[in-house]
């Protein structure tokens, strides 16, 4: 697209700047704004957050790329690649977004302690997503890291922004803690990527690994090690310990996000990084992945067995269904280069979509509840189809799609896709491993769905009360979608066309 | 044309009935739940019967009125519906059993309350059996399985045995979990298939009967399906689910759970693994008839031990099921019929006796035989002959329809498929008999027990009074048919045998 070698191409990149463009807006205005204006903020980050959507929607179509080396001759790479997949999890990730800035709405107030500040919350949330927009088109090593500390550096931020909230604080250090080593160790396997092959550019660093002649201790401790730095992100066993304390300790909403668009960027760097980055080296990496899921699914299924509190089983649930989105990539060794790396892209990707739709329609009834009930236990919820059913019907719909059962069609498709993916690589033990881990699964999201229709206890009367109608929009977004997805699996299905060249 | 916007409605009416319950107020539902049901169960069942009267009767084999439309492409779903000779009778038998669920309800209340959600849970079953009947593309078969999970769940717990609140919660569970365990296992092998033919057809797929599925794949998928499929009828050992959902399950529950649930997976059986996985299940059929077998004897003496009416009709479901899958097993034209009359006929007399059964404790507060001790001619004439009649039509009575389906299927067991090892069906047949006089030592002393002797309890009964009116007209079409299909078996066989000699491969064996 770009003739000249640095040239940028703005429409390209269009959509991060907008949404960066929006997070300093947002910053800026809430110097200037009256206390109480927070609808105001919360509209500004959602306009802006829209827009940026649009201009994705405009993008569909042909790939671009810009940033780029090279050229007039000699191997053109490129630092910054828009195609059908940097698209999609660039869609998840704006769409994550703006449930999540609606689902704050409620939250924000300025000045109140048990609040959040309003211009604070729409800025991180929004320089945190800036990163995961990035992370989706980047296609250096170099990009790739700073993508992902540019996701994280803000959540640390979010997680520990209640004010006066040890639990919080404690959290967000976890958080960060955790983070700031899986990065080293990651930079550190980039640095042993880039001495045994000499670039960065995932193209570039792929073609060098590809000679036999390469193949390395130090390229398979490189390749590896930068795989455990996006392992941590995405809270695949066992680089998940830091997810439940971290979503109980941190506000609802950024649980939320860090559940939806914080994951769907891990997912999409490692699929970037391996598909783009590492192919030859699949048969070291695949069935690494392999291994980890089947043990991220299994660990987080039966660890959310024991949970009784909402947002602990939702952060469990959240790793068990990691596993199911890296089962694809387990099988992608027979033949990265050929259709099947294909086929398992579209898998993941239909998968994070509906994971992050139904999740999404789980965690904003779940805010809205909390914010009533503090205590958290999936107790609060017992009758909740009383006295407020669309609240209690959005949830049941997005429990039972976590677990893949109808109603939850949509779920049950993302299943059906997974476990196909298994199946067509010829890895009949992970289909199997898959689907004993959904009778798991469903005992536990059942058994909070079924919570729900309950009759209240006596002396004990159901959680009533007014759903912000904001909060309402974003879980009715949420639920719609979810719906749409469940109606009309092709749209979600079919986004990621493996033939379409996803890779660019 | 017409068939097929049959086959819609019947699917669209519960379905429209179970949103329109979950839509209107609370107070309107509650009123309205049990003519809402009986409405849309019979407009479901009023097009099924319209389907009967349209359908080529002389052409069962094929499938007819079929919508073809493609629904996914990118996982190759189709929304692929239509009937053949095999299927028909099921769908028609789904119908009128939730008809009945529906019509009984008007009078006679779960105890629970909430009838809006129960009847709405009741549709929504229906959808789902209803649809697994009619589908001919096996992600839509599945699809339609999963769909009646999450209903029969809170049917049973939440309208179950009201003495035993966590004994329901637990065996619904058990009984979810399970069957999603198979039905898991049953989508892998389906994918399986569809990794080495490219299609989810069930019609094409049966057509090509395995060819281009090598022996070792389609061991693999008859060992998924098969096992998966098992769970639902289940097969001994499989069965453990199954006491206990029964038992706890609501009258309502009990009737749908052994009338249709466990047929979803026999026909899933005769349908699916028998035609895509010829050779794959020809060499499980050995293990699938001594399983089947062992499930007819410890069926029996399950029942033996059994001190509650309700739980002793529960496990009489294992031993019937046994003669089911036996049939199946031999792989015969003559035994895949008496597996499908058998499965109908299984459906309509222990729909029927699940009837009388909560009936008997609804009047007495209990099924357990020591507290209802003897005597029920005595004190409830109507209801006792009614027991009488479904426990005989139970243990194969000839002239009533539980003898056909046994003697099919026993017939199958005595001339096996020629690749099938012939003296050992002889042998299983051996069992299967002594199974039977088991059965009928059971069923008999039932009655000899209920019915009987003194009656104990007397006028303390705090009486509900012998049949009611409304009890006779819900229960009447099972009595009716149960007779109907004892003395005129071609009626039915007319439309199956076709059906399954098509599925066979035309010629048999």
Redesign the interface.
């Known amino acids: 697209m770009t003739g000249t070698a640095q040239g940028v191409d703005w429409f390209t990149v269009a959509p991060t700047v907008l949404v960066t463009a929006t997070a300093l807006l947002v910053l800026v205005a809430d110097l200037w704004l009256p206390r109480r204006a927070a609808g105001v903020l919360t509209a500004i980050s959602v306009t802006g957050t829209s827009a940026a959507l649009v201009v994705v929607a405009l993008l569909w179509g042909d790939a671009r790329a810009t940033f780029c080396v090279g050229g007039d001759g000699a191997l053109e790479s490129c630092s910054y690649v828009v195609n059908q997949l940097t698209l999609v999890f660039q869609a998840v990730v704006l769409a994550g977004t703006i449930v999540v800035l609606l689902l704050a709405h409620a939250e924000i107030g300025t000045g109140e302690p048990d609040r959040l500040p309003g211009g604070e919350t729409g800025f991180l949330v929004l320089a945190s997503a800036t990163g995961a927009l990035v992370l989706a088109a980047a296609r250096d090593l170099a990009t790739v890291v700073v993508a992902l500390e540019v996701v994280s550096l803000p959540a640390f931020a979010l997680v520990g922004l209640r004010r006066r909230s040890a639990r919080g604080a404690e959290a967000a250090l976890t958080f960060f803690l955790v983070s700031v080593v899986s990065v080293a160790v990651m930079v550190y396997g980039v640095g042993l990527v880039y001495g045994a092959t000499g670039s960065l550019h995932l193209d570039r660093v792929a073609g060098a690994l590809g000679d036999p002649s390469n193949r390395t201790a130090v390229a398979t401790a490189g390749v590896v090690l930068t795989l455990v730095g996006l392992a941590f992100k995405v809270g695949a066993v066992p680089f998940h310990f830091w997810v439940p304390d971290t979503y109980a300790g941190a506000p609802v909403v950024v649980a939320a996000y860090l559940s939806v668009v914080s994951k769907a960027a891990g997912i999409v760097g490692i699929v970037v990084v391996v598909g783009q980055g590492f192919p030859s080296y699949a048969d070291v990496w695949a069935p690494a992945i392999a291994v980890v899921a089947v043990a991220t699914m299994t660990f987080g299924n039966v660890a959310a067995l024991r949970q009784r509190g909402a947002v602990r089983l939702l952060a469990w649930s959240s790793i068990a269904q990691s596993g199911y989105m890296l089962v694809p990539l387990g099988v992608a060794s027979t033949g990265v280069s050929g259709g099947r790396f294909g086929d398992a892209l579209?898998a993941v990707v239909?998968y994070v979509c509906v994971y992050a739709v139904v999740n999404l329609a789980a965690f904003g009834v779940v805010a809205v509840v909390s914010r009533h009930r503090p205590s958290g236990s999936i107790e609060d919820y017992r009758g909740l189809a009383y006295t407020e059913p669309a609240s209690a019907a959005a949830l049941g719909f997005g429990l039972?799609a976590l677990a893949g059962?109808?109603?939850g069609?949509a779920g049950?498709?993302a299943k059906?896709?997974v476990?196909?993916s298994a199946?067509?690589g010829g890895a009949?033990w992970l289909?199997?491993a898959?689907?004993?881990n959904?009778?798991i699964a469903?005992?536990y999201y059942?058994r909070w769905a079924?919570l729900l229709?309950?009759a209240p206890l006596p002396g004990r009367p159901a959680v009533s009360y007014d759903v912000p109608a904001v909060s309402g929009m974003a879980v009715g977004l949420a639920l719609a979608a979810g719906v749409v997805f469940s109606v009309?699996?092709?749209f979600v299905?079919?986004l990621a066309?493996a033939s379409s060249g996803l890779l660019g | 044309m017409t068939g097929a916007v049959l086959l819609h409605v019947a699917l669209g009416a519960p379905l429209a009935g179970t949103v329109g319950l979950a839509l209107v107020p609370r107070r309107i539902g509650e009123r309205r739940a049990p003519i809402t049901g009986v409405v849309a169960s019979g407009v479901a069942l009023a097009a099924l019967l319209a389907v009967v009267v349209l359908a080529d009767k002389d052409d069962g084999g094929r499938a007819q009125f079929v919508t073809d439309a493609a629904?996914?492409?990118?996982?190759d779903?189709r929304w692929h519906l239509g009937v053949t000779g095999l299927s028909l009778p099921f769908a028609v038998l789904t119908a009128l059993l939730v008809f009945c669920c529906c019509l009984y309800t008007v009078r006679v209340r779960p105890e629970a309350g909430r009838l809006r959600?129960f009847i709405a849970l009741v549709l929504?079953l229906e959808v789902?059996m209803l649809g697994t009947f009619l589908a001919l593309d096996l992600?839509l078969f599945?699809?339609f399985f999963?769909?009646v999970?999450?209903p029969m769940?809170?049917l049973v717990?939440?309208w179950g045995d009201p003495h035993d609140r966590p004994g329901r919660t637990a065996a619904a569970?058990t009984f979810?979990?399970y069957t999603?365990?198979g039905s898991?296992?049953m989508?892998?092998g389906f994918?399986?298939v569809?990794?080495h033919t490219g299609t989810f057809d069930m019609i094409e797929l049966a057509d090509r009967a395995g060819a281009g599925l090598s022996g070792g794949v389609q061991f693999?998928a008859a060992l998924a399906i098969v096992g998966g499929l098992a769970v639902k009828v289940p097969v001994w050992p499989l069965h453990t689910w199954l006491p206990d959902a029964h038992a706890k399950a609501p009258t309502v529950g009990s009737v749908l759970l052994a009338g249709v649930l466990l047929k979803m997976g026999s026909y899933g059986l005769v349908r699916v693994a028998v035609p895509i996985v010829p050779d794959g299940v020809a060499r499980l059929a050995p293990v699938l008839g001594g399983l089947a077998v062992v499930g007819i004897v410890y069926g029996a003496l399950a029942c033996l031990a059994q001190r509650d009416l309700k739980r002793l009709v529960a496990y009489s479901s294992v031993g019937h099921m046994g003669f089911v899958v036996l049939g199946v097993a031999t792989l015969t034209p003559a035994g895949l019929n008496g597996s499908v009359y058998a499965g109908l006929a299984h459906g309509l007399i222990t729909g029927l006796l699940f009837f009388l059964a909560g009936a008997i404790k609804d009047r007495h507060g209990t099924s357990d035989f020591d507290q209802l001790g003897g005597g029920l001619y005595a004190r409830l004439p109507r209801l006792g002959a009614l027991l009488t009649f479904g426990a005989v039509a139970s243990l194969g009575l000839p002239g009533l329809a539980g003898f056909w389906g046994d003697l099919l299927a026993l017939f199958g067991a005595f001339r096996p498929a020629d690749l099938l090892d012939r003296p050992y069906f002889l042998a299983l047949l051996a069992v299967a008999l002594a199974g039977l006089v088991l059965t009928a030592w059971y069923l008999l002393a039932t009655v000899r027990r209920v019915c009987q002797g003194d009656d104990t309890i007397g006028p303390s009964l705090p009486v509900l009074g012998d049949v009611t009116r409304l009890e006779a007209v819900s229960w009447g079409p099972l009595v009716a048919l149960t007779l109907v299909l004892g003395v005129w078996p071609g009626l039915v066989l007319s439309l199956v045998d076709p059906a399954v000699q098509a599925l066979l491969g035309g010629g048999g064996s």
């Open positions: 579209s239909a039972l059962l109808p109603p069609v049950l498709w059906v896709v476990i196909d199946v067509s009949g289909a199997v898959v689907a004993v959904t009778v469903l005992a059942l079924a229709f309950a009309l699996p092709q299905l079919g066309d | 629904w996914a492409p990118a996982v779903l959600a929504l789902g992600l599945f699809l999963e769909v999970l999450v769940w809170f717990a939440w569970t979810i979990l999603l365990l898991a296992l989508l892998v994918l399986v569809h990794a693999v």
